[in-house]
């Protein structure tokens, strides 16, 4: 087994910087790069597997049906990044059909890394397996690499959505940077649709994904010294269609204050914080975006039921 583990987990500081910083601003936000700690990412995977949660498996349909063709745009042997690596169920059917020399999963939560990218190293022991614990979105950090040696990315999940279209843009910017001139980059994005099914998916019956969105706040609490009652925010998400977004909020369900490492913070019944957008992109949108960041469009898969899009980009410049 050839595995290694590189922390660059960013410290506890930057998460108070960020959510005092995020909760001063008007209207309140919170980064959902915060959602992943153990619970989080734990929660994530539940509702991976709901009925009403369309992405992951229909994702997983495409990367099954589409194996052998996405191999012959992204080549074998060469070293893959995975950006947001999660529980790793994904990537299975790609380093099957890829067969890459290394592997780098790069994820946010450390422990859920740990895990996943152990068990990857045993069940492939012929593959090179570099865990990286880090917060993409701040610049990957790398251990290193052969320089010789073709790079490709997968970047799942429609996460590319979480970012702005102009932070978007900047991301893939970046990555392409590491990726150089002719790296592939493998990218899930999720389709433009019904306001109904997007607001469905984001308000399961079972209400995981609200206990998803509330457990930001146990997170916070435990971590930088806050007081938040839980039982006084409420899980809200709905479709914006005239932003192409879904958003995600906590609600204040009442006039109240809380403290977090010194300072207060007041909240009106009915106001909330904006923890997450998930942007839908059509495919001539999201190959425009991909063309403003340096990006080529080669190929695109559809699932039967144009729910979803796993596209294949290439570096240009």
Request: proline share 5%.
């Amino acid at each position: 087994m050839q595995y290694a583990y590189h922390d660059y987990h960013p410290p506890t500081e930057n998460l108070l910087g960020e959510v005092l910083s995020g909760l001063t601003c008007q209207p309140k936000r919170l980064s959902p790069k915060f959602f992943y700690d153990a619970v989080g990412s734990r929660l994530f995977d539940a509702i991976t597997r709901l009925p009403e949660y369309y992405p992951t498996r229909t994702e997983l349909g495409i990367l099954r049906e589409q194996g052998d063709a996405i191999a012959e745009h992204l080549g074998h042997d060469s070293i893959l990044i995975e950006l947001g690596s999660g529980s790793s169920q994904k990537i299975r059917v790609l380093l099957d059909s890829l067969r890459p020399t290394v592997y780098i999963p790069v994820d946010i939560s450390s422990e859920h890394l740990r895990h996943s990218a152990s068990n990857i190293a045993r069940d492939y022991p012929d593959l090179q397996v570099e865990a990286v614990c880090a917060d993409y979105s701040a610049g990957l950090q790398l251990p290193d690499l052969p320089v010789d040696t073709a790079r490709a990315a997968f970047f799942p999940g429609s996460s590319i959505g979480n970012f702005e279209p102009a932070g978007a843009v900047s991301l893939l910017r970046d990555i392409g940077r590491d990726l150089g001139p002719g790296g592939a980059m493998l990218i899930g994005v999720d389709l433009k649709k019904d306001k109904q099914q997007l607001d469905a998916a984001y308000n399961d019956n079972q209400q995981i994904t609200a206990a998803f969105n509330l457990n930001l706040l146990t997170r916070i609490n435990r971590e930088i010294d806050a007081d938040f009652d839980t039982n006084r925010f409420e899980h809200r998400a709905f479709y914006n269609e005239a932003e192409g977004r879904v958003e995600m909020h906590l609600m204040s369900t009442c006039t109240q204050n809380v403290r977090i490492d010194g300072h207060r913070f007041r909240f009106e019944a009915g106001e909330t914080i904006h923890t997450e957008n998930s942007y839908k992109y059509s495919v001539e949108e999201f190959h425009a975006l991909g063309a403003v960041a340096g990006y080529e469009a080669e190929q695109v898969w559809i699932d039967p039921d144009g729910l979803f899009s796993v596209h294949c980009l290439r570096v240009c410049r």
